[in-house]
């Protein structure tokens, strides 16, 4: 185990986001990565913050069985983020 920060500057997170847009062959639209923070966020915020990766792979299952639209994807991070926002376990 390494003592290094798991805290990603901003750069190194677009980093990433264009690594995973090559080896899947996604465009930009297909990976919107705000979207997806901010669903992480709201989960956190308004369920728990284990929940938050949860979240995001239950939004990216739903918009791959929709098809191929980022509007899809956007919907479903939507609704998750939706259902997150009236939460009262």
């Not at 792979?57 to 939507?78: C, K, N």
Request: glycine share 6%; proline share 7%.
């Amino acid at each position: 185990m390494t003592d290094q920060s798991r805290t990603l500057p901003p750069e190194a997170l677009d980093a990433w986001a264009a690594a995973l847009r090559e080896r899947f062959a996604l465009a930009d639209a297909d990976v919107p990565v705000s979207a997806v923070l901010d669903l992480t966020r709201d989960v956190a915020n308004d369920v728990a913050r284990p929940a938050a990766p949860l979240g995001a792979f239950v939004a990216g299952l739903v918009a791959g069985r929709a098809g191929t639209d980022p509007a899809q994807v956007r919907e479903a991070l939507d609704a998750v983020a939706e259902l997150a926002a009236g939460w009262d376990a």
